[in-house]
């Protein structure tokens, strides 16, 4: 088919993309690189180092990283119990699992604030066996909880897919070799899924770094976590300079952590890439 | 015969419901190439998966150098497989491919470093350590599969249809080199095919199965001239099958026609089933001899024409020949009494067994 004929279906997508991402983020950058009177500073993107916004930034990398290594710790199990179970229908278990999926996030995070609240129904049941109650809620464990708890399917997705996609012979001719069922999967099933691992990664890592509603409703406003620290140069200081500086660098961050993280899912054709 | 290595003891299999080994007995020797043969479906590939350790017999056992192996896992047994789409680990070079097993059994580096470079050379690609699966063909593939099993010295090599992703001139390179491999390891290989040339090319020992039943162990030249059934006789190579009566011994009725043969003991009067082979119909352009035939249609093979002939007593022959026939020529058709063999009519699959159960073990066990 002509391509000329064929390109203006992109049309709506190119100007929805420039429209309400590169225009805006033009203008964040513009406004990153002036102060409040419109000359040019680098003061915005030295912001960073300010102790404040350097411990929102190491809390921040370090709860996405957290929530990151449980989710590939729950994903990975349970990807290859599934490829080892004799059950016919896999597609079942994993609508089971995207299932939440459905639900507005913000609505799952606002249940699961009901369940662990300090008077909320695990406590009230630990209360009736008689035991200690937990103190979850408005602590950095509970911010951890809820990023797993909204970002786990996006681990499963990916690693399930490219366990799944390793060929059943391959997997027998290393047990013919000689490999028992550790071996098999340190040797053969991870190095094999690592691209999945790898999207897994960045739907997981970058989504947790960014996050700032999650930190609000289970963190109390307690962690202040870089996406709230954006959130409220943004909404409550109005300081539109700081915050874009403060988005660039952390947009800095998340695009060197994608490529790193990218790049091995280009070598393998069994990740999902989304 | 040399000593006996493998026996599987009365070996069933059923999936989902749907049996595919019955009751299968079947002794495998050492330093023996043996094929299991059979179209798809047969039971082949299940037999060699069981001896692979891949899958559990429902009934029956494994004896391996008279030793119990029927529950012993596939890392655990003295055998190595060559898989039918290579599997190789795309995620390690060729090097690393076929050291895995060796590095598992904790050899040194210097002897893994040696035992590599033997058997590249062994398969005809030394200098390829460094490469990557994904950048080698087909053929190449199959052969760095190959490396990987024997480097580990098996007992036994099980090949599942090996050659079988590979183009036909790269196949029939393969089979020579994998009776050359053969005699210089000395080993005994178990190989299974649906392709019937490989197996008359490459075996010491046909085992011929369908329908999860053996239907004849034999030496290639036994499978191909002495059919024991009406089936063996028409997946191995190309054949006229005829019903026929027998009348007494060395005489055979076909369409009505007493034509002499050299086999005895299937009584007076009963039906058979008769094989002629294509290439042992011979054609007198003179319309001299026993049966008369028109040639309806012909085609050139290459090394032979194919011919169908109608004949006078009702039956269309397959004739391969030399000479040239055209369509429409009036031929004497005749058969020399050794070129006709006679087989038992199968009054039902159970009988086939017990006519293998008859004559296997007093041959070979």
Known sequence: MNRSRTRFLATPYIIWVIGFTVIPLMFIVSKSLTDENGSLTLANLLAIFDPLHRKALVISVLLAFLSTVICILIAYPLAIILRGSRLTDKNLILFILILPMWMNFILRILALQLLISNNGIINNMLGHFGLPPLAIINTPAAIVLGMVYDYLPYMILPVLNSVLAIPQDVIEAAQDLGSDKKHVITRIIIPLSLGGVGSGITMVFVPSMTEFVIANILGGGKIQLLGNIIEQEFTVTRNWNLGSGLSVTLMAFVLITSLIFGRGTEDTATGITL | ?365
């Open chain 2, 1 to 365: 015969m040399a000593k006996e290595l493998i026996r599987f003891e009365n070996i069933s299999k059923s999936f989902d419901g749907t049996e595919v080994l019955k009751d299968l007995t079947l002794s495998i020797h050492e330093n023996e190439f043996v094929t299991l043969l059979g179209p798809s479906g047969c039971g082949k590939t299940t037999t060699l998966r069981i001896l692979g350790g891949f899958e559990t017999p429902d009934k029956g056992r494994v004896m391996f150098d008279g030793g119990d192996i029927t529950n012993i896992p596939p890392n655990k047994r003295p055998l190595n497989t060559v898989f039918q789409k290579y599997a190789l680990f795309t995620h390690m070079n060729v090097a690393d491919n076929i050291a895995f097993g060796l590095k598992i059994k904790g050899k040194d580096k210097d002897h893994i470093r040696e035992k590599i470079a033997y058997s590249l050379k062994l398969v005809g690609l030394e200098g390829f350590e460094n490469r990557y699966p994904s950048s080698l063909s087909g053929g190449q593939q199959q052969r760095i599969a190959i490396a990987r099993a024997i480097v580990n010295e098996p007992q036994v090599l099980l090949l599942d249809e090996p050659l079988g992703a590979l183009d036909l001139k790269l196949r029939q390179g393969m089979q020579y080199e994998l009776i050359r491999l053969k005699e210089e390891l000395g080993i005994t290989f178990v190989y299974v095919t649906h392709d019937q040339e490989e197996a008359l090319t490459m075996s010491d020992t046909v085992v011929v199965m369908n329908q999860g039943l053996i239907q004849q162990i034999g030496t290639p030249e036994d499978i191909y001239n002495e059919p024991q059934n009406a089936f063996v006789a028409d997946f191995i190579g190309e054949s006229n099958l005829i019903d026929g009566i027998m009348i007494h011994d060395c005489l055979v009725n076909i369409g009505g026609l007493d034509l002499p043969c050299v086999d005895t003991g299937f009584g007076n009067n009963n039906p058979v089933d008769v094989v002629i082979r294509p290439e042992d119909v011979e054609l007198d352009a003179d319309g001299n001899g026993p049966i008369k035939g028109t040639v309806i249609s012909i085609v050139f093979k290459g090394v032979h024409w194919e011919m169908h002939v109608e004949s006078s007593i009702g039956i269309t022959f397959l004739v391969q020949t030399t000479e040239h026939f055209p369509v429409g020529s009036v031929v004497g058709i005749n058969v020399d009494p050794y070129n006709i063999q006679i087989m038992h009519k199968p009054s039902s699959e159970d009988a086939q067994v017990f006519d293998q159960l008859e004559t296997i073990p007093g041959e070979d066990l």
